[in-house]
T-cell receptor, first 114, second 116 residues
Framework: AQTVTQSQPEMSVQEAETVTLSCTYDTSESDYYLFWYKQPPSRQMILVIRQEAYKQQNATENRFSVNFQKAAKSFSLKISDSQLGDAAMYFCAYDFGTASKLTFGTGTRLQVTL | GAVVSQHPSRVICKSGTSVKIECRSLDFQATTMFWYRQFPKKSLMLMATSNEGSKATYEQGVEKDKFLINHASLTLSTLTVTSAHPEDSSFYIC????????????FGPGTRLTVL
């Protein structure tokens, strides 16, 4: 079975600084998708970034980028120039195929301080 | 685009009653919808996968007779919690996959259920 592990229950970063959230996963599949979702206090799940496993290039979305290490089964999220609005729970998630179910990690609560 | 709504956003009910939660894809057709449960400060736990026109597939440990799921159209799935008890109190979230873009799930805003 696929598992997703987020080893950092809480992280803190100062405004304008950079923070990296860790995620590892376990799978026997060769083709799959990885996601980072943000869940602010409103509880609405928001897709931050996605990575297709067959792509070697790391995905980037504005201030958000990932470090995808397929052999190590690692998928970390880097947030640059952190803003107060980035404070939220962040979930790493895995999806092994089209229209399949997501497996979520336990989440990392990110605090952003002034 | 790709908006998913849930209704109601909050519901309080008495123990023993049934509650229905609706999940709608507002601007796309959803061949597949998912229902999750989230406990406070915890991750999302998949309860079931709902495909339009067919029976839902429940995850191990989820009582299908207690959590009835119906996906009657390409834009609507419902979750009915039957004979609710206080331990059913939780945050329920649905998500939907756009038939034209199957590699991303779009999430609803969630429903907080409190059973007294």
């Amino acid at each position: 079975a696929q598992t997703v592990t987020q080893s950092q229950p809480e992280m803190s970063v100062q405004e304008a600084e950079t923070v990296t959230l860790s995620c590892t996963y376990d799978t026997s599949e060769s083709d799959y998708y990885l996601f980072w979702y943000k869940q602010p206090p409103s509880r609405q799940m928001i897709l931050v970034i996605r990575q297709e496993a067959y792509k070697q290039q790391n995905a980037t979305e504005n201030r958000f980028s990932v470090n995808f290490q397929k052999a190590a089964k690692s998928f970390s999220l880097k947030i640059s120039d952190s803003q107060l609005g980035d404070a939220a729970m962040y979930f790493c998630a895995y999806d092994f195929g089209t229209a399949s179910k997501l497996t979520f990690g336990t989440g990392t609560r990110l605090q952003v301080t002034l | 685009g790709a908006v998913v709504s849930q209704h109601p956003s909050r519901v309080i009910c008495k123990s023993g009653t049934s509650v229905k939660i609706e999940c709608r894809s507002l601007d796309f057709q959803a061949t597949t919808m998912f229902w999750y449960r989230q406990f406070p400060k915890k991750s999302l736990m998949l309860m079931a996968t709902s495909n339009e026109g067919s029976k839902a597939t429940y995850e191990q440990g989820v009582e299908k007779d207690k959590f009835l799921i119906n996906h009657a159209s390409l834009t609507l799935s419902t979750l009915t919690v039957t004979s609710a008890h206080p331990e059913d109190s939780s945050f329920y979230i649905c998500s939907a996959i756009d038939r034209g873009w199957v590699n991303e799930q779009f999430f609803g805003p969630g429903t907080r259920l409190t059973v007294l």
